[in-house]
């Protein structure tokens, strides 16, 4: 297990830019993919991006594709997801997870993860 702690989030005018880091304690991080997901208000939690353990495989959501990008840093245990071109529908609690798994093909499912931090808020005003 490891536990995670999300910052960055806060508020940003439509078109502008914020920069999420999640913190992971536990030696074994290089061996956990990594995902963003968020969670507007009256909506379910939906995936945003993800990243494999080795940071060789990254995958999107196709609303934030080409706006967001997601890395990682195995030497800090740290993944961090770079949001530019922000919109108001971007607003949500954006939360960290982790799942113990090197099959990419599992990024993207919410239900592969079973670690959380507790989330940040990000508002974007329009």
């Known amino acids: 297990q490891v536990q995670l702690v999300e910052s960055g989030g806060g508020l940003v005018q439509a078109g502008g830019s914020l920069r999420l880091s999640c913190a992971a304690s536990?030696?074994?991080?290089?061996?956990?993919?990594m995902g963003w997901f968020r969670q507007a208000p009256g909506k379910e939690r939906e995936f945003v991006a993800a990243i494999s353990w080795n940071g060789g495989d990254v995958a999107y959501a196709d609303d934030v594709r080409g706006r967001f990008a997601i890395s990682r840093g195995n030497a800090k245990n740290t993944v961090d997801l770079q949001m530019d071109s922000l919109k108001p529908e971007d607003t949500a609690v954006y939360y960290c997870?982790?799942?113990?798994?090197?099959?990419?093909?599992?990024?993207?499912?919410?239900?592969?993860?079973?670690?959380w931090g507790q989330g940040t808020q990000v508002t974007v005003s329009s």
């Open positions: 536990g030696r074994t991080f290089v061996l956990y993919s």
């Open positions: 997870a982790a799942q113990s798994s090197f099959d990419v093909s599992r990024l993207a499912r919410i239900y592969e993860y079973d670690n």
